[in-house]
Every structure is written in structure tokens, then in C-alpha cells.
């Protein structure tokens, strides 16, 4: 009985991760910027600006709820440069994303706050109090604040 119970849950599990690659936000996303990759667990999207790139990673989450997982700048090779941030370039794909999933009527998620490995080896990067008001400039709420 346990077995079919997992069985049964798995594969509930798989079909809400299935529709993602559905999702209208998605389908509507891959035609404005890059797909890298669109999987039912998940997608990421990227979008050139010169010698800098933009990557959003974006999962599911309840229905009708999207979690913004990481939004990135780098330069052309991947790799965090200074000269790449404060350019409008990740709020051009934020905006893009915010419009996107209010047309569809999507909330969106995130924790505003850097990776803390970029934060160690670039201290000049946005913090989480700049980032959080960078979020809110796009139209997010903060409805929580940890420390």
C-alpha cells in the first residue's frame, strides 16, 4: 500500500513540474529572451547586452506562482565583472518578467539579497538592503525580512 501511495505522489509531483515548460509565462519569456534551458523543473533565460549577459533563473512554485531563483549579471565569458553592473541591464529583464507574469496574472518570488560567495570576492556588488530596494523599483513587495 505504501508503494502505490509513493507511486501515486510521484507521479502528481511530475505532472505540476510538467506543466512549467507550459506555462504561459514561460512560452511568452522564450520569445523575448534566450532560452538556455526550459525543463519542466525549471527555466533559464539570458539576454545580451554588448559584452554583458543577463541570465534569470525562474522555478515553480503553488499555481499561479513563479520563484525568481537568481538573476545574474556577467560579462560575455560568464564571469562577474564591475563593468557589467549598474547599467539597467538586469532591470530590462526583470521589467520583461514582471510584465510578463502580470499579464498572465502571476505572482512572482524572490530573497533579495547576493550570493555569498560573489559578496566575499566583490564586496563592491549590491548588498541585500540595495537589492531589495532594486526589487522594489520593479514592482515587488517585501513581505518578509530575515537578517
Same mark, same amino acid.
Given at each position: 500500500m505504501n508503494?502505490?501511495?509513493e507511486y501515486i505522489k510521484s507521479l502528481l509531483i511530475e505532472s505540476d513540474q510538467a506543466a512549467f515548460s507550459e506555462n504561459p509565462v514561460v512560452l511568452q519569456l522564450t520569445r523575448s529572451l534566450t532560452?538556455?534551458?526550459v525543463t519542466d523543473r525549471g527555466a533559464i533565460f539570458s539576454m545580451a547586452f554588448g559584452?554583458?549577459?543577463v541570465e534569470l533563473t525562474i522555478l515553480p512554485e503553488e499555481p499561479g506562482e513563479i520563484?525568481?531563483?537568481k538573476i545574474e549579471t556577467f560579462d560575455s565569458g560568464r564571469n562577474t565583472n564591475k563593468n557589467c553592473f549598474r547599467k539597467g541591464y538586469? @532591470? $530590462?529583464v526583470l521589467k520583461l518578467l @514582471? $510584465?510578463?507574469a502580470?499579464?498572465?496574472g502571476f505572482s512572482l518570488y524572490l530573497i533579495a539579497a547576493p550570493e555569498a560567495w560573489q559578496k566575499r570576492q566583490y564586496p563592491d556588488i549590491p548588498g541585500k538592503d540595495e537589492l531589495a530596494e532594486f526589487y522594489s523599483r520593479v514592482g515587488f513587495v517585501?513581505?518578509?525580512r530575515n537578517y
Open positions: 508503494l502505490l501511495r532560452p538556455v534551458e559584452d554583458c549577459l520563484w525568481v531563483d538586469a @532591470t $530590462q @514582471t $510584465q510578463t502580470d499579464a498572465h517585501e513581505t518578509d
